[in-house]
Nanobody, 114 residues
């Protein structure tokens, strides 16, 4: 059974910080892990990805504010978020890619108040 379990979503004030965590199980070999988000009425968008070698990519609006990191031995990925803005509000999803299939977590709600 494949499971991606997320934690860390919360309600915060603008300018605050949150750290999201995700652990994957039941996947034989993970090549890439990442975070996506979906705001109300908008399409799901990529936030950040990280490869096994540590190469990262970020969506333009989060560069300089968010940091993605990974612990390979534990199949875990983190997203450290600073200087949060109301427009960051949405459901954040963890995902993992094994070279053939993409797996998704259940999502965790991040709400940033003005």
């Amino acid at each position: 059974q494949v499971h991606l379990v997320e934690s860390g979503g919360n309600l915060v004030q603008a300018g605050g910080s949150l750290r999201l965590s995700c652990v994957a199980s039941g996947i034989f070999s993970i090549n890439v892990m990442g975070w996506y988000r979906q705001a109300p009425g908008k399409e799901r968008e990529l936030v950040a990805t990280i490869t096994n070698g540590g190469s990262t990519n970020y969506e333009d609006s989060v560069k300089g504010r968010f940091t993605i990191s990974r612990v390979l031995a534990k199949n875990m990925v983190y997203l450290q978020m600073h200087s949060l803005k109301p427009e960051d509000t949405g459901v954040f999803y963890c995902n993992a890619y094994d070279g053939r299939f993409t797996y998704w977590g259940q999502g965790t709600q991040v709400t940033v108040s003005s």
